[in-house]
């Protein structure tokens, strides 16, 4: 069964980056969303950005301008690059994938990643 692998999470001051990586453990059929959602403390999880089949990306009001989500095609990966981080920021933060085969969709998700922002 197809898993994804995600990595990136780690332990900044705040008003620094870091960059999550999520790819799956093997074959794919069609991706129709990638995206990445996050999960704090007494919260309910939060999709943060995500990034369709055609390229089409989208994010949460709160990261716009500091987040970015991206895509290697090539190699099945997608990244999202988080910039001028903020104590409200940290959180578990977890990759997302949808895939279509006919009429089947199935939902994809990551282990978690922790992300710590230090005020």
């Known amino acids: 069964q197809v898993q994804l692998v995600e990595s990136g999470g780690g332990l900044v001051q705040a008003g620094g980056s870091l960059k999550l990586s999520c790819a799956p453990s093997g074959s794919i059929f069609s991706a129709l969303f990638m995206g990445w959602y996050r999960q704090a403390p007494g919260k309910q999880r939060e999709v943060v950005a995500g990034?369709?089949?055609?390229?089409?990306?989208n994010y949460v009001d709160s990261v716009k301008g500091r987040f970015t989500i991206s895509r290697d095609n090539a190699k099945n990966t997608w990244y999202l690059q988080m910039n001028s981080l903020k104590a409200e920021d940290t959180a578990v933060y977890y990759c997302?994938?949808?895939?279509?085969?006919?009429?089947?969709?199935?939902?994809?998700w990551g282990q978690g990643t922790q992300v710590t922002v230090s005020s």
């Open positions: 997302n994938l949808l895939t279509s085969k006919g009429w089947v969709r199935t939902d994809y």
């Open positions: 990034i369709t089949s055609g390229g089409t990306t």
